[in-house]
């Protein structure tokens, strides 16, 4: 019995050719006369025909070209005036107390502590919200307002600035 795996033992080397040298060389000889043969053969074998041969005559090419060039047209220009922006409306009322009648009149003390100048600055703002309220300092101002002044409910005078990346209500 024989061990599987071992190595098989490899086949014994083949053998030197036995033909004669000079029966060999009479194989090559006689392939190259036949290829010669055919060749010889071949060349000879048009039975007397002509080769046809395909002469092209040049032609002649004519080209025309044409580029047409319009002739330029009126030019029509329409002007359209631009419609203002509607602008809030502001109305300012202005509360004047009458004089009492039973003080004398002509004394020229006011013993309260509202006067002309107080009436013009408390109450009215120049500019209200869209909601209608007055604005205050700190607060962003609408891009119509951009550097306008106005008060504050207070009275205090406040212009919208730029200021802090933004457009805000700052104290005159």
């Known amino acids: 019995m024989t061990n ?38 071949g060349s ?13 005559k040049p032609a002649t090419t004519v080209t025309a070209t044409v580029t047409a060039t319009p002739e330029p047209a ?8 631009a419609k203002a922006k509607p ?12 004089a009492d009648a ?3 009149g002509g004394s020229g003390t006011d013993s309260g502590s509202d006067s002309v100048g107080d009436e013009d600055t408390t109450g009215t703002c120049t500019i209200v919200s869209n909601s209608g309220n007055c604005y205050s300092a ?14 504050t409910e207070g009275g205090d005078r406040i ?7 933004a457009w805000r209500w700052s104290y005159v």
């Open 74 to 81: 009126p030019t029509v220009t329409e002007t359209v005036k």
């Open 87 to 98: 602008r809030p409306t502001v109305t300012v009322t202005k509360t004047a107390k009458a």
């Open 44 to 56: 000879t074998g048009d039975d007397g025909q002509q080769p046809v041969e395909a002469k092209v």
């Open 102 to 104: 039973g003080t004398g």
């Open 159 to 165: 212009k919208c600035v730029y200021k802090s990346n």
């Open 138 to 151: 700190g607060q962003f101002c609408r891009n119509s307002d951009h550097g306008a002044v106005t008060t």
């Open 4 to 41: 599987p795996y071992t190595t098989p033992i490899p086949p014994p080397p083949r053998r030197p050719d036995t033909r004669p040298l000079r029966k060999r060389v009479l194989v090559w000889i006689g392939g190259a006369a036949l290829f010669v043969a055919g060749a010889v053969a």
